[in-house]
């Protein structure tokens, strides 16, 4: 039979070529292992029990840039130290303060590059030099404290609210959207203190839920509920729990990544279970939000604390990242970083942020046609349930996913939008449902038109 005489194969019958070229091949080729950490100076006689100790590695973070370069010795570059000991006086939002655990994920022989360093550890050189903060930037961008309904809770949608215990973190983000609150005071930013003293504010928390039926969803979050000693977490936890209109408790914590190993504390692990058990018990969904950016910061560390807590009963463990220049800003980036969530450490992938319009971050803040051109990119290779979604958290709006925009001048980088609902502040707004709200890109990705307009405008600071 010749080739011309062959039968034609049904096309529903052709074998597929699973060789086929993609934009992305899977699996990811990062091997997932935990970095040895004895490889860095300044840990190099750190016993396996040491390094797998919650105290030791509090003891051991790093808080200032002499701490820094002991850890790297030599392989912390020169220019570089010198670039983050500016940025510490004259950008910097946050404190420094970064677990040995996350350390010990960088890089160390490409620390400029690297992109965990890039968030965790900013440089001045970073920064974009002219437009190193958007003139409509603000200390809290997303007025969460303008819709406390008391103290510390934030009542920005209507059935879901945020209750910031504290604030205080296991490691300080570059880019935190709380650096209004959070952390120790730096040159750049005296934080903001609660008034109420923690008990109070607990109790006049408790005293909101239950008596706003409507509110069936609250995050405890803070800071981060990794530095609330647990028998605390646990009566404060367990109070909501009781609240009959109360069916979904989610626990916001980036030290789940960055400091596992307190999660893995006979302790923790006991007053986890037991919430577990009693969520169960009253028919509420008690599930764990964390917070990673690249897929470096995953280790097998991360993923025995997480299957613990998946064993207990917890309804999920979700991530919700932040999209971030130099860290995870291209297809491959998101894409590992979701299989490894997904595949190796079960983890939900939920959203990625549009990085929040605070002072100094727009070099890690990317223009909404990026994020969308990137929401496109990553659709299809992950199963739909685990496709992250990347939303843009419009100030006075909430969360959008990027294709949502209801218009969008780009040439002039600002976008507009609308909501569906009412904040506590404006419940007496008749225009808070028709009105648009304004979004802006990083003025230095606009075409020269654009930024030619803006030339005039003064840059935020993190004093405003």
């Known amino acids: 039979m010749t080739p011309e005489t062959a039968p034609t194969v049904p096309s529903r019958l052709r074998a597929l070529d699973p060789a086929a070229a993609q934009p992305y091949d899977y699996p990811p080729v990062r091997d997932f292992v935990e970095p040895d950490w004895r490889r860095l100076p300044g840990f190099s006689d750190v016993t396996e029990a040491e390094w797998n100790s919650a105290k030791w590695q509090r003891l051991h973070s790093v808080k200032d840039l002499d701490q820094l370069r002991r850890v790297f010795g030599d392989l912390l570059p020169t220019d570089l130290s010198e670039s983050i000991k500016r940025d510490q006086v004259e950008r910097a939002t946050m404190s420094m303060l970064v677990t040995p655990q996350m350390l010990n994920t960088m890089d160390e022989t490409d620390l400029w590059g690297d992109p965990i360093r890039h968030y965790m550890i900013p440089a001045f050189s970073d920064r974009h030099p002219e437009w190193p903060s958007h003139p409509h930037a603000q200390r809290d961008s997303l007025h969460e404290a303008d819709m ?34 959070v952390g120790n005071n730096v040159p750049q930013v005296l934080k903001h203190r609660f008034e109420l003293k923690q008990k109070e504010r607990y109790e006049a928390i408790i005293g909101y839920l239950q008596a706003t039926p409507s509110v069936r969803d609250v995050v405890v979050s803070g800071g981060d509920i990794a530095n609330l000693p647990i028998a605390h977490l646990e009566e404060f936890v ?213 930024q030619k307009h803006w030339g005039h405008q003064v840059p935020a600071t993190a004093h405003a």
């Not at 009542?155 to 205080?168: D, G, M, S």
């Not at 030290?255 to 018990?281: N, T």
């Not at 549009?354 to 496109?376: S, T, V």
């Open 148 to 181: 406390w309904a008391v103290e510390g809770l934030t009542h920005r949608y209507p059935t879901k609210v945020l209750a910031e215990l504290l604030a205080t973190c296991p490691q300080y983000c570059g880019h935190c959207t709380r650096m209004d609150l």
């Open 238 to 450: 367990s109070r909501i729990i009781e609240i009959p209109n109360i069916q979904d408790i989610r626990l916001a914590t980036k030290g789940l990544m960055g400091l596992p190993q307190h999660f893995l504390q006979d302790d923790v692990l006991a007053g986890m279970e037991r919430l577990a058990e009693k969520a169960i018990a009253y028919d509420v969904d008690l599930a764990i939000h964390t917070h990673v950016n690249h897929a470096n910061s995953l280790t097998p560390l991360v993923a025995t604390a997480v299957k613990k807590l998946l064993s207990m009963g917890f309804r999920d463990v979700r991530n919700q990242g932040v999209l971030m220049r130099g860290v995870n800003d291209s297809p491959h980036a998101l894409l590992d970083l979701s299989f490894t969530l997904l595949d190796k450490v079960k983890v939900m992938p939920y959203y990625f942020y549009m990085c929040d319009m605070i002072p100094n971050a727009e070099h890690w803040r990317l223009a909404l046609h990026e994020a969308q051109d990137l929401q496109h990119s990553i659709m299809g290779y992950l199963p739909g349930f685990a496709t992250p979604r990347i939303v843009c958290d419009v100030p006075y709006v909430g969360k959008r996913w990027v294709h949502q925009v209801e218009s969008y001048d780009r040439t002039l980088g600002v976008s507009y939008w609308t909501k569906n609902y009412r904040t506590g502040i404006e419940h007496d707004d008749p225009e808070a449902l028709k009105r648009r709200y304004p979004y802006y890109d990083p003025i230095y990705t606009l075409p020269p038109d654009g």
